[in-house]
């Protein structure tokens, strides 16, 4: 048996009913220079006995005598691994069959690059089916890492040198090893980049909460910390702290007011207040849309009622943001509706946006710039037709909420987003016409230079081409 080129590592903890999945997805892999190292952390099911029903020789399974978490069960993983190559997969998200092709392709073409990431679907909760394609930005660095989760563990691949480096995942910090470890790789200097392709499933379990958001809090706290004091730490990531603490705090505090666990989700919400008061300023205010978002996560759960109850527990002194209640409510159904639409559920988008035109839902220019990133995320995943179909199936849903003018602001928007892929892409000659389709629904982008720009750029570059080939001739 040859040395493998990659290793897939997968910790599993209590998940016999996902890893089978799992692994299944990794031996479906177009690409077949791989190994499997699934490393049980003292699981109390079957996780192991599913393991071992697999008799392909790539199939590996290490078991810890007991449980050392899951930063301990990635190293152990890592370094029983032969690859030069590392991919994470979590026990309970599984891979597209084109997942290890895409990554080896471009690390074998890239050898400046030491992680690669991609897109992928997030599914909806105890479901298969998808919710939506969260796409990361096609350049991440620092700041990006220290803002937020640019790309999840399975959506990673990297160098295993890289990995050897950095001193893998560091056990001490907790649960923010998710912080900590590709921190740790920028600083050291490697290079990230994207896969702009949708290449894995990402699972969402309904009901199950998260355990000691307190800790959470002091574990990314304390990794963040140990960032901004690392000397290579350079002065554009020092000066986001506040910020970068924020973006988790929003995330705690949305978890507690969920979890009803008021105390903590109070003192969070001040301690927000405290560093960026903003975030509470506004009509609707950047923590509501926040928590607009996190309460439509779940298809399955009513997310008036867990806005109520979210609104409920704030301090006594920030009762009025509760006057927001109506806007969030009525925001949420426009998320509901308009993701069920794209995703193949029409009746359930349109029971969805009745709601949302019973309760007078604004559709405005951040709604609409919304559902095009939606859009356009679905182009990356299944082409401009696919995309195209779509947006006309939502346009006509909208309609029924926001009349016809909210169809056509939706068409313009795409079509103006898809004008700007275009010309980055150098294909200057589908410009105009897209430009001008956009135009038609929503006549105001005569007046953006930007739109301008790129069709005067446009026609200029095609009539230089054109020349030169009459030249040539």
């Given at each position: 048996m040859r040395r493998p080129l990659v290793s897939v590592v997968i910790p599993a903890y209590h998940q016999a009913e996902f890893v089978g999945e799992a692994i299944r997805s990794v031996l479906a892999q177009t690409y077949p220079n791989f190994e499997i190292i699934v490393v049980d952390d003292a699981s109390l099911d079957h996780t192991a006995e599913v393991v071992s029903q697999f008799k392909d020789r790539r199939v590996k399974l290490i078991v810890h005598p007991e449980n050392r978490r899951l930063s301990a069960a990635r190293n152990t993983g890592i370094e029983a691994s032969a690859g030069e190559?590392?991919?994470?997969?979590?026990?309970?998200?599984?891979?597209?069959?084109?997942?290890?092709?895409?990554?080896v392709d471009f690390l074998l073409n890239h050898e400046e690059v030491?992680?690669?990431?991609?897109?992928?679907?997030?599914?909806?909760?105890?479901?298969?089916?998808?919710r939506e394609i969260w796409r990361p930005p096609l350049a991440v660095n620092l700041v990006d890492l220290l803002l937020g989760f640019p790309f999840a563990p399975s959506?990673?691949?990297?160098?295993?040198?890289?990995?050897?480096?950095?001193?893998?995942?560091?056990?001490?910090?907790?649960s923010a090893e998710d912080t900590d470890f590709p921190c740790r790789l920028a600083l050291a200097g490697c290079k990230f980049a994207s896969v702009d392709q949708v290449l894995n499933y990402r699972r969402y379990h309904s009901g199950r909460g998260r355990k000691n958001l307190a800790q959470r809090l002091r574990d990314v706290a304390r990794a963040q910390e140990a960032i901004f004091a690392?000397?290579?730490?350079?002065?554009?990531?020092?000066?986001?702290?506040?910020?970068?603490?924020?973006?988790?705090?929003?995330?705690?505090?949305?978890?507690?007011?969920?979890?009803?666990?008021?105390?903590?989700?109070?003192?969070?919400?001040?301690?927000?207040?405290?560093?960026?008061?903003?975030?509470?300023?506004?009509?609707?205010?950047?923590l509501m849309g926040f928590l607009m978002m996190e309460s439509v996560a779940d298809e399955n759960l009513d997310h008036e009622i867990l806005?109520?109850?979210?609104?409920?527990?704030?301090?006594?002194?920030?009762?009025?943001?509760?006057?927001?209640?109506?806007?969030?409510?009525?925001?949420?159904y426009l998320w509901r509706g308009a993701r069920a639409v794209i995703w193949d559920r029409p009746d359930v988008g349109q029971r969805h946006l009745m709601r949302?035109?019973?309760?007078?839902?604004?559709?405005?220019?951040?709604?609409?710039?919304?559902?095009?990133?939606?859009?356009?995320?679905?182009?990356?995943?299944?082409?401009?037709?696919?995309?195209?179909?779509?947006?006309?199936?939502?346009?006509?849903q909208l309609a029924t909420v926001?009349?016809?003018?909210?169809?056509?602001?939706?068409?313009?928007s795409y079509s103006v987003n898809r004008a700007f892929q275009k010309y980055q892409a150098g294909e200057h000659r589908q410009v105009p016409k897209i430009v001008l389709q956009s135009l038609a629904n929503h006549p105001a982008y005569l007046i953006n230079r930007g739109v301008l720009s790129i069709l005067l750029r446009s026609i200029a570059c095609t009539v230089r081409q054109s020349f030169e080939r009459h030249s040539v001739v």
């Open positions: 190559i590392i991919a994470l997969l979590d026990a309970d998200d599984f891979f597209h069959p084109h997942k290890l092709k895409a990554h030491g992680v690669t990431y991609n897109a992928r679907f997030e599914l909806n909760h105890s479901s298969r089916t998808v959506d990673m691949v990297m160098r295993r040198d890289w990995a050897l480096q950095v001193g893998l995942f560091d056990p001490a910090m907790g690392d000397p290579r730490c350079p002065a554009e990531a020092i000066a986001i702290q506040d910020t970068a603490i924020k973006h988790h705090l929003m995330v705690i505090v949305s978890l507690a007011l969920l979890q009803e666990e008021t105390e903590l989700a109070q003192a969070s919400i001040c301690n927000l207040a405290r560093i960026d008061f903003s975030t509470l300023e506004g009509n609707p205010c950047e806005l109520r109850r979210m609104l409920s527990q704030f301090p006594l002194e920030m009762t009025w943001l509760a006057a927001q209640y109506d806007w969030a409510v009525a925001r949420g949302a035109a019973e309760l007078h839902a604004e559709i405005d220019e951040l709604f609409i710039q919304f559902l095009t990133h939606h859009l356009i995320n679905c182009e990356v995943a299944f082409g401009s037709a696919a995309a195209y179909s779509r947006m006309n199936a939502l346009a006509v926001g009349g016809r003018a909210a169809a056509q602001r939706l068409r313009s």
